[in-house]
């Protein structure tokens, strides 16, 4: 990789739900990187460090899902909650050399019951709609667990 081509260590998750609290969950098509399943929410880089998180969070979204986080009836909401890990040594390739850490704003993304998804195969090659706290568990990145264990700060929702 030349120096242009390495990933912003700057990134947004953000969690898709339902206003019953159901939570869209992507398989990757690269899975763990170890040959094991990946179950995500959307993810996805900055394109350029002073690309807004909101613009980064609705380009994500759609480039995954299709589905447009300004239409009728979607509510974008930046959580106010930011992660710091440890890239996984498996993607580190990815980033400039000496980058080992990436710092994650969490964004929520209220849309209609089901809200059609369409995926790009590039990324993704199933998605499933879960119970939020089925979701949580069934997320490879504890820090996607944990953005989706925050959903009833967001939305009431029964114990």
């Known amino acids: 990789m030349h120096a242009?081509?390495?990933?912003?260590?700057?990134?947004?998750l953000v969690v898709i739900y339902t206003p019953q609290g159901e939570?869209?969950?992507?398989?990757?098509?690269?899975?763990?990187?170890?040959?094991?399943?990946?179950?995500?929410?959307?993810?996805?880089?900055?394109?350029t460090h002073d690309e807004?998180?909101?613009q980064v969070a609705a380009r994500e979204v759609w480039e995954e899902t299709g589905i447009d986080a300004h239409a009728q009836g979607c509510k974008l909401q930046d959580w106010?909650?930011?992660?710091?890990?440890?890239?996984?040594?498996?993607?580190l390739h990815r980033y400039a050399p000496g980058?080992?850490?990436?710092t994650e704003r969490v964004f929520g993304l209220e849309v209609a019951s089901?809200?059609?998804?369409?995926?790009?195969?590039?990324?993704?090659?199933a998605f499933a709609w879960h119970a939020w706290r089925e979701a949580a568990d069934r997320c490879y990145a504890p820090s996607n667990a944990e953005a989706i264990l925050h959903l009833p700060?967001?939305?009431?929702?029964p114990a």
């Open 114 to 125: 089901y809200a059609q998804v369409t995926l790009n195969p590039r990324e993704h090659t």
């Open 52 to 54: 807004p998180w909101e």
């Open 99 to 102: 980058t080992f850490v990436n």
């Open 4 to 12: 242009g081509s390495y990933k912003i260590a700057q990134s947004v």
């Open 23 to 47: 939570v869209l969950l992507l398989q990757r098509t690269l899975g763990d990187g170890h040959g094991g399943d990946f179950w995500q929410s959307v993810t996805g880089s900055k394109d």
């Open 153 to 157: 700060v967001f939305l009431p929702l």
């Open 80 to 91: 106010g909650l930011e992660n710091i890990y440890t890239i996984y040594p498996q993607w």
